[in-house]
Nanobody
């Protein structure tokens, strides 16, 4: 059974940092391109960052502020978020990019990130 469990979200002030984690099981993590997605209220699901075996790419809105990484030994995906802005407020989800179909909130519980003073 495939499982992806996000954690690490919370309330942070603008300019602050958070590190999200996604613990996975039920599939061969190292062989998949993984992505972090987010969905803000009233908005569509957005791909924030993706990582293949070694290469990463980012949405323009987070480039230079967010860093995606993976630990294949731990089957875990990470997202380091720095210089957070109010517009980063959303529920964040991880997913295998191959299976990133439909609305984000159909994949799992995600982790809420709220950036506010």
């Amino acid at each position: 059974q495939v499982q992806l469990v996000e954690s690490g979200g919370g309330l942070v002030q603008p300019g602050g940092s958070l590190r999200l984690s996604c613990a996975t099981s039920g599939f061969t993590f190292s062989t998949y391109t993984m992505g972090w997605y987010r969905q803000a209220p009233g908005k569509e699901c957005e791909l924030v960052a993706r990582i293949t075996g070694i290469a990463a790419s980012y949405a323009d809105s987070v480039k230079g502020r967010f860093t995606i990484s993976r630990d294949n030994a731990k089957n875990t995906l990470y997202l380091q978020m720095n210089s957070l802005k109010p517009e980063d407020t959303a529920v964040y989800y991880c997913q295998r990019t191959l299976f990133a179909l439909g609305p984000c909130d159909s994949w799992g519980q995600g982790t809420q990130v709220t950036v506010s003073s």
